[in-house]
């Protein structure tokens, strides 16, 4: 009999598998695939990255990395090699949100996977050997770029701060500006997402910690952000981002659904007690960038409607007056004439 390939083998065994499943099989490896997308282009990407980078230096590299940290965090996960790309492997049980992976982490599982001992001064010297070089940060990433799955290499543009758990450097000005760079010379479309359906790179970058990124990815990286990411940037109550996004041509003025405008959503975060300072600073800085005052939303509300709403339920006691200063609402509709009544 002749030989097959491993991957011929594998195919075989998939589509006997897939035969056999049930519906609620096919629906569970359905939301596994998503999740395992999500988890590639989001926290894990610059960890494979990281696992790439190792994987070109350093020939003979294992084409398994058991990431079982010794506290049990990531017990059963794995980065694999498949067909030349990097992907994650991972119990049911882990979601998207919680699979972190410091560069740490995948060094020490590269270590034991070529059978040396993890000590720190074995991680710290052959750190020496792999690490990444701020100065040639940008031609590194595209390096190591080649042996990740695209929607990684998308999601990696993404990241923002958190991408510092692998890069390691200190200066995220800098660090921020090589991944733009980078992603020039990729080709990556940074006005889509990741994966469809998904947030685009911009509108990931809108909380406060991933401002350099943003800022990096629009002026360096050409980025052009949408609509979402605006309103992502007044909800997060991030004045930059919002002064950024409008700068690069998204007008003040959009609209999202139900016909809400972003000084609905300022409005909102005014009157809500977790966030009524910084919301009350958001409405009066995209009125001052030229947010029209008149738009009328789906309940047929202005956006100093809803700032004389929370007025009436502080003075109801429906809300607490220590968290929302009454005074504050005011002060905000009368810095734009709008009569408190």
Known sequence: MAKITVDEVRQVASLAHRRAMSDREVELAARAKDNRLTMESGQASAALLFASRMAGLIDGFPSELDLACKNGHLRGAFFRLRDGKWGVDFPAAYSAHNFVVSEAVVLEAALRAMWIDDTPAAVKAVREIVGWNLKTLKDDIVSAAAGLHWHSVVGLMGVGNGVGHVFGFRNEDEVAVALA??????????????????????????????????????????????????????????????????????????????GVSVLHLAATNAVNEHHSDAGIAMFHRLAELGAPLDVVDGDGKVATDIVMDGIRSVEAGDLDGERIEIKRLEWLLEAFNVPIY
């Open 181 to 258: 760079k980078a992603a020039v010379v990729l080709d990556v479309n940074l006005g889509e997402p990741a994966i469809p359906g998904k947030l685009d790179i911009c509108t990931r970058l809108t909380g406060g910690i991933d401002f350099a990124f943003l800022k990096a990815m629009i002026e360096v990286g050409g980025a052009k952000p949408s609509v979402a990411s605006l309103f992502s940037a007044v909800y997060a109550n991030n004045t930059k981002a919002v002064e950024l996004i409008v700068a690069a041509g998204v007008p003040v003025g959009s609209l999202g659904k139900d």
